[in-house]
């Protein structure tokens, strides 16, 4: 149980264009669901967090025009890269915290590398 | 704010040894988690273990325990019997029980375990 899905699990864009990341919870509802970025060789850092049906929290420095961020449902978050730039080439994680939950515990998607021309 | 900080960039051990990835963190709050993450190549993270600040006794998880000293804010894994499928970057990382669930992480260890 508790399984994340992420959708594409890998993207090529040209510069300009606009790319979406679906984040899908496959067993359980999320309450919350996190959006991280990990550069090569460095942590997570987290940019956004979003609960079903209210607009998203962003972190201090990430751009919310540039990075939408949508949780329509309790299964679905999708992260929106808007005018993608060679700069925003990152792999893009998410993780999803459960409605009902006997522990605090976040379960991660197998992430998105996104490539921008 | 918190901070989390892991003081070794890399580590590596023979395997079927035992090796300890530090932990160090900062904070003012008295409910948190800690844990200690895993991501091996396929870069899918991995809970390795979880330690609720409130509990004394230290976490164990088969092979992996942890050190939790809360007064010195230090939570260091030790990893028994290291197996070769235990080579990944490890991930010590803070949660704030009261601000919204987030985790912090800390820069990562990589572990090499050699055959």
């Known amino acids: 149980g508790a399984v994340v899905s992420q959708h594409p699990s890998w993207v090529i864009c040209k510069s300009g264009t606009s790319v979406k990341i679906e984040c899908r919870s496959l067993?359980?509802?999320?309450?919350?669901m996190f959006w991280y970025r990990q550069f090569p060789k460095q942590s997570l850092m987290l940019m956004a967090t979003?609960?079903?049906?209210?607009?998203?929290?962003?972190e201090q420095g990430v751009e919310k025009d540039k990075f939408l961020i949508n949780h329509a449902s309790l299964t679905l978050s999708t992260l929106t890269v808007t005018s993608a730039h060679p700069e925003d080439s990152s792999f893009y994680i998410c993780?999803?915290?459960?409605?009902?939950?006997?522990?605090?515990?976040?379960?991660f998607g197998p992430g998105t590398r996104l490539t921008v021309l | 704010a918190q901070t989390v900080t892991q003081s070794q960039p890399e580590m590596s051990v023979q395997e079927a040894e035992t090796v300890t990835l530090s932990c160090t963190y900062d904070?003012?709050?008295?409910?948190?988690?800690l844990f200690w993450y895993k991501q091996p190549p396929s870069r899918q993270m991995i809970l390795v273990i979880r330690?609720?600040?409130?509990?004394?006794q230290n976490a164990t998880e088969n092979r992996f325990s942890v050190n939790f000293q809360k007064a010195a804010k230090s939570f260091s894994l030790k990893i028994s019997d290291s197996q070769l499928g235990d080579t990944a970057m490890y991930f010590c990382a803070f949660m704030n029980n009261n601000a919204g669930n987030m985790l912090t992480f800390g820069g990562g260890t990589r572990l090499m375990v050699k055959p």
């Open positions: 067993d359980f509802q999320a309450t919350t």
């Open positions: 904070t003012s709050e008295s409910n948190y988690y």
């Open positions: 330690q609720e600040a409130y509990k004394q």
């Open positions: 993780s999803a915290r459960a409605v009902q939950v006997t522990y605090n515990e976040q379960f």
């Open positions: 979003s609960n079903e049906g209210s607009k998203a929290t962003y």
